[in-house]
Protein backbone atom coordinates (compact mmCIF):
# COMPACT_ATOMS: atom_id res chain seq x y z
CA UNK A 1 0.00 0.00 0.00
CA UNK A 2 1.14 3.52 -1.06
CA UNK A 3 -0.58 6.74 -0.24
CA UNK A 4 1.45 10.41 -1.01
CA UNK A 5 -0.52 13.16 -0.24
CA UNK A 6 -0.08 16.39 -1.75
CA UNK A 7 -2.02 19.99 -1.30
CA UNK A 8 -1.00 21.78 2.03
CA UNK A 9 0.44 25.21 2.44
CA UNK A 10 -0.12 28.22 4.52
CA UNK A 11 -3.44 29.82 3.83
CA UNK A 12 -5.15 32.86 5.52
CA UNK A 13 -8.44 32.03 7.79
CA UNK A 14 -11.28 31.88 5.87
CA UNK A 15 -9.29 30.53 3.09
CA UNK A 16 -9.22 26.70 0.94
CA UNK A 17 -7.25 23.82 0.17
CA UNK A 18 -7.47 20.80 -1.71
CA UNK A 19 -5.68 18.35 -0.58
CA UNK A 20 -4.79 15.05 -2.74
CA UNK A 21 -4.09 11.24 -2.00
CA UNK A 22 -2.64 9.53 -4.64
CA UNK A 23 -3.31 5.54 -3.72
CA UNK A 24 -1.29 2.11 -5.56
CA UNK A 25 -0.78 -1.30 -4.41
CA UNK A 26 -4.06 -1.91 -3.80
CA UNK A 27 -7.28 -1.70 -5.14
CA UNK A 28 -8.27 1.48 -4.43
CA UNK A 29 -11.65 1.38 -6.58
CA UNK A 30 -13.36 -1.34 -3.70
CA UNK A 31 -11.66 0.82 -0.33
CA UNK A 32 -12.93 2.71 1.77
CA UNK A 33 -11.09 5.65 2.37
CA UNK A 34 -10.39 7.93 4.85
CA UNK A 35 -8.83 11.51 5.91
CA UNK A 36 -7.53 11.74 9.53
CA UNK A 37 -5.50 14.73 11.02
CA UNK A 38 -2.69 14.96 13.74
CA UNK A 39 -1.98 18.56 15.74
CA UNK A 40 1.35 18.88 17.03
CA UNK A 41 1.33 16.78 20.50
CA UNK A 42 -1.90 15.30 20.28
CA UNK A 43 -3.32 12.21 18.28
CA UNK A 44 -5.05 11.15 15.32
CA UNK A 45 -8.49 12.52 14.34
CA UNK A 46 -11.27 11.18 12.16
CA UNK A 47 -11.82 14.31 9.69
CA UNK A 48 -14.01 12.05 7.33
CA UNK A 49 -14.73 8.92 5.34
CA UNK A 50 -15.69 7.85 1.90
CA UNK A 51 -17.10 4.78 0.88
CA UNK A 52 -15.80 2.51 -2.72
CA UNK A 53 -18.31 4.15 -5.22
CA UNK A 54 -18.23 7.40 -3.29
CA UNK A 55 -21.58 7.58 -2.50
CA UNK A 56 -21.73 7.70 1.18
CA UNK A 57 -19.78 10.03 3.28
CA UNK A 58 -19.26 11.03 6.49
CA UNK A 59 -17.47 14.07 8.51
CA UNK A 60 -16.10 14.66 11.94
CA UNK A 61 -18.43 17.46 13.40
CA UNK A 62 -15.19 20.17 13.21
CA UNK A 63 -15.61 19.58 9.30
CA UNK A 64 -19.23 19.54 8.63
CA UNK A 65 -20.26 22.12 6.02
CA UNK A 66 -16.37 22.91 5.21
CA UNK A 67 -15.00 19.50 4.02
CA UNK A 68 -15.66 17.57 1.17
CA UNK A 69 -14.58 14.63 0.84
CA UNK A 70 -14.49 12.91 -2.76
CA UNK A 71 -12.79 10.39 -5.18
CA UNK A 72 -11.74 9.59 -8.40
CA UNK A 73 -11.52 5.75 -9.05
CA UNK A 74 -10.12 5.93 -12.82
CA UNK A 75 -7.36 7.75 -11.37
CA UNK A 76 -6.81 6.26 -7.79
CA UNK A 77 -6.91 9.51 -6.39
CA UNK A 78 -8.44 10.64 -3.00
CA UNK A 79 -9.59 14.72 -2.51
CA UNK A 80 -10.43 16.32 0.37
CA UNK A 81 -11.72 20.04 -0.20
CA UNK A 82 -11.28 22.42 2.47
CA UNK A 83 -13.39 25.81 2.54
CA UNK A 84 -13.59 28.18 5.65
CA UNK A 85 -10.37 27.18 7.04
CA UNK A 86 -9.59 28.32 10.86
CA UNK A 87 -6.84 28.59 12.62
CA UNK A 88 -7.33 25.21 14.65
CA UNK A 89 -7.47 23.16 11.85
CA UNK A 90 -3.81 23.47 11.36
CA UNK A 91 -2.26 20.14 11.47
CA UNK A 92 -0.91 17.12 9.45
CA UNK A 93 -3.16 15.58 6.83
CA UNK A 94 -3.18 11.75 6.42
CA UNK A 95 -5.07 10.07 3.38
CA UNK A 96 -5.78 6.43 5.49
CA UNK A 97 -7.16 2.94 4.27
CA UNK A 98 -8.30 2.79 8.03
CA UNK A 99 -10.74 4.81 10.35
CA UNK A 100 -7.47 4.93 12.79
CA UNK A 101 -5.33 5.80 10.14
CA UNK A 102 -2.89 2.80 10.73
CA UNK A 103 -2.17 2.44 7.22
CA UNK A 104 -1.75 6.14 6.11
CA UNK A 105 0.89 7.71 4.39
CA UNK A 106 3.64 10.90 5.04
CA UNK A 107 0.98 13.51 5.21
CA UNK A 108 0.44 16.94 3.89
CA UNK A 109 1.07 19.92 6.59
CA UNK A 110 -1.88 22.52 6.55
CA UNK A 111 -1.41 25.57 8.43
CA UNK A 112 -3.82 28.44 9.01
CA UNK A 113 -2.97 31.48 9.89
CA UNK A 114 -2.91 35.18 9.10
Known amino acids: VQLVESGGGLVQPGGSLRLSCAAS????????MYWVRQDPGKGLQWVSQISPAGGTTAYADSAKGRFTISRDNAKNTLYLQMNSLKPEDTARYYC????????RGRGTQVTVSS
Open 96 to 103: ATDERGNI
Open 25 to 32: GFTFKNAW
